[in-house]
Nanobody, 126 residues
Framework: VQLQASGGGLVQAGGSLRLSCAAS????????VAWFRQAPGKEREEVSC????????YSTDSVKARFTVSRDNAKDAVYLQMNSLKPEDTAVYFC????????????????????WGQGTQVTVSS
């Protein structure tokens, strides 16, 4: 099983990026998928999560106001649309998945996630 996060890049503050998470070996539509990020020198933090049924959650009000997580089960992919990007959003972004039988969004432990993507770098310049 592999998760592939893509879509990162270098963008100016105020710009937008859309990250994609795709999987091989599993049907992503059956999984809870979360987006995490890790900035240099900081701990990994959850950014957003989407349940298999489409319900979503966001880590902070700031993220909720600017980011949108969605899924396209026909394409078996999950997306994170990031608008109004800020320099503090600079980080490596990862997607992670756990089967919906075992967890829902909001689980307190990152270790519940069975599969992790390799990460995609998002750099926001001021």
């Amino acid at each position: 099983v592999q998760l592939q996060a893509s879509g990162g890049g270098l963008v100016q503050a105020g710009g937008s990026l859309r990250l994609s998470c795709a999987a091989s070996g599993i049907t992503l539509g059956h999984y809870v998928v979360a987006w995490f990020r890790q900035a240099p020198g900081k701990e990994r933090e959850e950014v957003s999560c989407i349940n298999s049924g489409g319900a979503s959650r966001y880590s902070t009000d700031s993220v909720k106001a600017r980011f949108t997580v969605s899924r396209d089960n026909a394409k078996d992919a999950v997306y994170l649309q990031m608008n109004s990007l800020k320099p503090e959003d600079t980080a490596v972004y990862f997607c992670a998945a756990v089967h919906s039988e075992y967890a829902t969004c909001g689980h307190p432990s990152h270790s519940i996630y069975s599969y992790w993507g390799q990460g995609t770098q998002v750099t926001v310049s001021s």
